[in-house]
């Protein structure tokens, strides 16, 4: 095997899998917390509500911030 193939292999190894975009199961975890997930949050909880649904049951852990999300609701039903 010549040294350029062998190169390539271990690069190839080495890379991180394209299906696994975090590598600590943590990662990424403060975007919850960001005002723009609460925007796209409250979009589809609008969405929702103005299709077919009567009733949003909203839940999580830890739970959704109340204010954020009222003031973020209230942006997007305007």
């Known amino acids: ?3 350029a193939n062998r190169q390539d292999n271990v690069t190839a190894s080495t890379t991180p899998s394209p299906t696994r975009p ?18 796209f949050f409250a979009g589809r909880i609008v969405a929702a509500l103005r299709h077919a649904c009567r009733l949003a049951y909203v839940i999580g852990d830890p739970p959704p911030n109340p204010v954020v999300l009222s003031s973020a609701l209230t942006t997007t039903a305007a």
């Open 1 to 3: 095997m010549s040294e």
């Open 22 to 39: 975090f590598t600590a199961p943590t990662a990424g975890a403060d975007y919850f917390a960001t005002e723009p997930h609460y925007v």
